[in-house]
Nanobody
Framework: QVQLIESGGGLVQAGGSLRLSCAAS????????MGWFRQSPGKEREFVAS????????FYADSVKGRFTISRDNAKNTVYLQMNSLKPEDTAVYYC??????????????????WGQGTQVTVSS
């Protein structure tokens, strides 16, 4: 089992920044590809970004490319999501997730085995 705990969410004005963190425990952190997803009311959970176990490969949804940056620190068992130039449409609950690194990368939520409880991000206009 992998336990994931997100933090760093909050209320920010449009154009502002937030940094989300996700602390992992329970298994070897570097055995997992890590991803960030988000879900707003009435919508399906959607892919935001992912990062390989080494941190050398990252993927982003088109909607956040150039504004969000995913990174990880394997020594601290933590993955981050730096969010800049936030827009009201970024408002959602943000979740981190873990997927065994031996599997082919995916943007599908069902492809991830472990999930955090989520952290709310609200961007006001």
């Amino acid at each position: 089992q992998v336990q994931l705990i997100e933090s760093g969410g909050g209320l920010v004005q449009a154009g502002g920044s937030l940094r989300l963190s996700c602390a992992a425990s329970g298994r070897t952190f570097s055995d997992y590809t890590m991803g960030w997803f988000r879900q707003s009311p009435g919508k399906e959970r959607e892919f935001v970004a992912s990062i390989s176990w080494t941190g050398s490969r990252t993927f982003y949804a088109d909607s956040v490319k150039g504004r969000f940056t995913i990174s990880r620190d394997n020594a601290k068992n933590t993955v981050y999501l730096q969010m800049n130039s936030l827009k009201p449409e970024d408002t959602a609950v943000y979740y981190c997730a873990a997927r065994p690194r031996t599997r082919v990368p995916t943007t599908t939520p069902g492809g991830y085995d472990y999930w955090g409880q989520g952290t709310q991000v609200t961007v006001s206009s």
